[in-house]
């Protein structure tokens, strides 16, 4: 028997990052399991919109309605650890759209801290140990658990460190790899 694990998943509200009049409502998503425990209202998230991945702001969830959702998408990954707004928060962008008349990601936007706000760059290394960074055959001994997971940390350990979005590409692009 199969189970479609579509069932099981919910749905997310988001006001995606288009200061634009047509866009300035939100958008249904599906949220898949492997995300589920990190989104909630005033989570930051990356969501494909058109042809592009976009930033959105998560302003409610809800169990996924008895429709068809064959053609909803799904939210693509979560930017931060923690919801950079609270629901509170979330609340008063929509007092303030209503009572300033500006748009809904706008006002999301006014609320967000400073360090979210600009383009600085993360980036991911290997950890160190007391007095000396291991090499990267000593980790892939140590930790891997699949084939992909030991090249990750071969790749990231021959360059010392590497942007957090150049890794999440080389990761998409070899879960695609591995499942074809």
């Known amino acids: 028997m199969e ?17 634009s009049k047509d866009t300035d409502r939100p958008f249904d998503y599906l949220i898949p399991a492997h995300l589920r425990p990190w989104i909630e209202v005033g989570s930051r998230v990356g969501v494909p919109f058109g ?10 969830v809800h169990p996924r309605p008895e429709m068809e959702t064959a053609k909803m998408k799904a939210i693509q990954e979560v930017l931060d650890v923690m919801p950079p707004l609270s629901s509170e928060l979330i609340r008063l962008g929509e007092w303030m759209r209503d009572r300033y008349a500006c748009r809904h990601i706008t006002a999301l936007q006014s609320m967000l801290p400073t360090a979210l706000k600009g383009k600085a760059e993360r980036y991911v290394s290997l950890g160190e140990t007391e007095s000396e960074t291991r090499g990267a055959d000593d980790l892939l001994a140590l930790l891997p658990e699949s084939e992909w997971e030991a090249q990750i940390l071969a790749y ?3 360059k010392g460190e590497v942007s957090l979005q150049q890794l999440t590409r080389l990761i998409r692009i070899m879960r695609v790899t591995l499942n074809h």
Do not use: C, K, W, Y
């Open 156 to 158: 990231v350990g021959s």
């Open 51 to 60: 042809h592009r991945t976009l930033q959105g702001f998560v302003v409610s």
């Open 3 to 19: 189970i479609n694990t579509a069932i099981e998943m919910e749905m997310a509200r988001v006001i995606v990052d288009v200061p």
